[in-house]
T-cell receptor, first 117, second 115 residues
């Protein structure tokens, strides 16, 4: 299994440009999520999905869109990039087992480093 | 929503000493508490986790304790080695406002193990 994969690894955008960060997993996980990581602020949840066709907002959703058309893929879209979106973006996935089942473990992708000028 | 606080933000220890990182959470319904290690430029990786029906869990040099009454949990690393140097994150999920898998992370602890 490749696990959780993300592309691209690094991207430079100009303010106002749009782009899509790709995330895929081959573990048949129902739950997928996007985090951004900024210095001193830990990992903050942007959007998440509990299955194909179902998405919801996390802690910092403004400026980002997501969709989940398949179990495997969960792309993150920036419609009009801003310098405040300069960050490292991580995608993660897990099963949605009941609490205590041991299925909550979330696996992270390698990250995408985004620089918005 | 859930709020997770983590202390200290930086921790420097001598090789062989123990290191302790503490976290508190706000949602008493949270029931899953993982710890992640992140090396520079790498992805976070799970090192240990604990569920609310357990008070302590140990895996070789790493242990985690949970006090549900006080709503805090701690990571203990014994006999630290240079390769333990990394950023460590605590997290919590399963609370009333989070549900299931939605993790709330602490802000991280930069651990440096000095020779």
């Amino acid at each position: 299994n490749a696990g959780v994969t993300q592309t691209p690894k690094f991207q430079v955008l100009k303010t106002g440009q749009s782009m899509t960060l790709q995330c895929a997993q081959d573990m048949n996980h129902e739950y997928m999520s996007w985090y951004r990581q900024d210095p001193g602020m830990g990992l903050r949840l942007i959007h998440y999905s509990v299955g194909a066709g179902i998405t919801d907002q996390g802690e910092v959703p403004n400026g980002y869109n997501v969709s989940r058309s398949t179990t495997e893929d969960f792309p993150l879209r920036l419609l009009s990039a801003a310098p405040s979106q300069t960050s490292v973006y991580f995608c993660a996935s897990s099963y949605t087992g009941t609490s205590g089942s041991g299925q909550e473990t979330q696996y992270f992708g390698p990250g995408t480093r985004l620089l918005v000028l | 929503g859930e709020n997770v606080e983590q202390h200290p933000s930086t921790l420097s220890v001598q090789e062989g000493d123990s290191a302790v990182i503490k976290c508190t959470y706000s949602d008493s319904a949270s029931n899953y508490f993982p710890w992640y290690k992140q090396e520079l430029g790498k992805r976070p990786q799970l090192i240990i986790d604990i569920r609310s029906n357990v008070g302590e869990k140990k895996d070789q040099r790493i242990a985690v304790t949970l006090n549900k009454t006080a709503k805090h949990f701690s990571l203990h690393i014994t006999e630290t080695q240079p390769e333990d140097s990394a950023v460590y994150f605590c997290a919590a999920s399963g609370g009333l406002t989070g549900g299931g898998n939605k993790l709330t992370f602490g802000t991280g602890t930069q651990l440096k193990v000095e020779l």
